[in-house]
């Protein structure tokens, strides 16, 4: 009972401090597609729009694929591409553009796009698009 005073004050100085520890919210980072559906090989357009009020960092190499699956999203593999995957950092106000084409190999179903995302150099978190179906 005698470290109860110590552990109070130490954890009002927390609440009143702040914690610079990513949180997982991201209401207001939203991953936006220029539409609902592609054929392979069409164009997309994914943007990445950040609402809030801090910078968040994410991967250079841009979104990748997941497909639905009988309710589970499962990941699909990526064409064989160079990527330096360095982070960069989208601050509040601001977008970040992707254009592409949806790969050849998706076979008709839904997908969506997924980004790591996170505040600093941990990629803690991930932020997805609005699903969307790839059609023949």
């Not at 470290?3 to 004050?9: R, S």
């Not at 809030?52 to 497909?67: H, I, K, L, N």
């Not at 997908?111 to 932020?127: I, K, T």
Request: charged share 20%.
């Amino acid at each position: 009972m005698r470290h109860f005073p110590v552990l109070l004050i130490l954890a009002v100085l927390l609440v009143l401090g702040g914690c610079d520890t990513f949180t997982g919210d991201l209401s207001d980072l939203q991953l936006v597609l220029d539409q609902p559906q592609y054929k392979a090989g069409q164009e997309a357009i994914v943007v990445l729009d950040n609402n809030a009020d801090r910078a968040f960092t994410y991967d250079s190499c841009g979104p990748r694929v997941e497909r639905k699956d009988g309710g589970v999203w499962l990941r699909v593999a990526p064409a064989p591409e160079v990527c330096t995957a360095d982070l960069r950092r989208v601050l509040p106000g601001h977008v970040v553009t992707w254009r592409g084409a949806v790969a050849e190999t998706l076979t008709p179903g839904t997908y969506r796009f997924v980004l790591a995302v996170g505040r600093d150099e941990n990629q803690n978190s991930r932020v997805a698009s609005a699903p969307f179906v790839v059609t023949p």
